[in-house]
Nanobody, 121 residues
């Protein structure tokens, strides 16, 4: 029902910046929230940031506060993740996700394919 395509990942040195994009298509009128998650090798997928589509509230995990910024373009059904002051610990596959109006509370029901972010020391 909702298709997500991420882009913008790459290889950067510690202290550098990247901007990730996630474009949604399909039944975009059903979007309740869009968020970013990340998963490092051998680790569980973890929450990074989210944007409530109707209210405009933003949420961040503590480890990225002050460094990452999530934003949106309503007309394009797109969210962005601006990542500054990157650290090697930020290395992971980053996934965009949608929580539709039909999702269980606190759950995301659509996922993108992921984009690799690698930060060298």
């Amino acid at each position: 029902q909702v298709r997500l395509v991420e882009s913008g990942g790459g290889l950067v040195q510690a202290g550098g910046s990247l901007r990730l994009s996630c474009a949604a298509s399909g039944r975009t009128f059903s979007i309740n929230a869009m968020g970013w998650f990340r998963q490092a090798p051998g680790k569980e997928r973890m929450f990074v940031a989210a944007f409530n589509w109707s209210g405009g509230s933003t949420y961040y995990t503590d480890s990225v506060k002050g460094r990452f910024t999530i934003s949106r373009d309503n007309a394009k059904n797109t969210v962005y993740l601006q990542m500054n002051s990157l650290k090697p610990e930020d290395t992971a596959v980053y996934y965009c996700a949608v929580a539709s109006v039909e999702a269980d509370p606190g759950e995301y029901d659509y996922w993108g394919q992921g984009t690799q972010v690698t930060v060298s020391s």
